[in-house]
């Protein structure tokens, strides 16, 4: 196990490095369109995510929303504040190239549970936080088998069944499931638009109904 984890955060950079000079035409004209669609913000969004062994870093996506959250003073929705560059981005998870970045720099890997905000880490139980133990990925298990669409229990169920799998021909099949999913474009939904809430708020909506019982 401890072998496979040095060979795959090798193996891991070499890979990104190459997929970097490979995709760096196609993450430039991703750039210039978020820039023609409004010019009003940046380029990369960057928001704080848990990492390995809970040290928080910065994760980097493209932009895919408008800046501005209000409209004559009436709070815009997620998929009011969508881009149009921006729903195309993540439909073709072109979003997530920047997360390029993040793997040579060490924080992230290409397979493993996604990095989920900060606020978050004072909810997980004892058993959810193990899925700090390895270092999030651009992709896992928990997203081919649902992404955003399933339960926050299956979905650390899962990030803790990768960690007791961890292997090369897990993380190969990972990423050939993945490479389908994104083909297929299915499971992506904008954040608000789901029955899924954020997990802090499911968490304390439990610790309310178990208070009224």
């Keep these: 196990m401890k072998l496979y984890r040095f060979i795959k955060d090798f193996f891991d950079i070499i890979f990104s490095i190459f997929l970097l000079f490979l995709l760096l035409p196609i993450m430039a004209i991703c750039a210039i369109a978020i820039k023609i669609e409004d010019s009003s913000g940046p380029v990369l969004f960057k928001q704080d995510r848990v990492g390995k062994g809970n040290k928080v870093f910065k994760v980097l996506k493209f932009r895919t929303m408008k800046v501005g959250r209000k409209r004559d003073s009436k709070e815009l929705s997620d998929s009011e504040r969508m881009l149009k560059t921006g729903f195309f981005l993540r439909k073709a998870s072109f979003d997530e190239l920047p997360q390029l970045f993040n793997i040579i720099k060490g924080d992230m890997s290409f397979i493993?549970?996604?990095?989920?905000?900060?606020?978050?880490?004072?909810?997980?139980?004892?058993?959810?936080?193990?899925?700090?133990?390895?270092?999030?990925?651009?992709?896992?298990?928990?997203q081919v088998n649902g992404r955003n669409n399933i339960k926050w229990e299956e979905k650390?169920?899962?990030?803790?069944?990768y960690i007791d799998r961890l292997s090369f021909s897990f993380d190969i099949k990972i990423f050939f499931l993945t490479i389908l999913k994104v083909f297929q474009k299915s499971d992506v939904v904008i954040r608000g638009e789901n029955s899924i809430m954020d997990f802090h708020e499911y968490r304390l909506s439990q610790e309310e109904s178990k208070s009224l019982v």
Excluded at 118 to 139: A, F, M, Q, T
Excluded at 156 to 161: G, H, R, S, T
């Design 156 to 161: 650390f169920a899962k990030d803790l069944e």
């Design 112 to 142: 493993g549970p996604r990095p989920l905000p900060v606020i978050y880490l004072p909810y997980y139980n004892e058993h959810e936080i193990l899925r700090h133990d390895v270092k999030p990925g651009i992709s896992g298990w928990a």
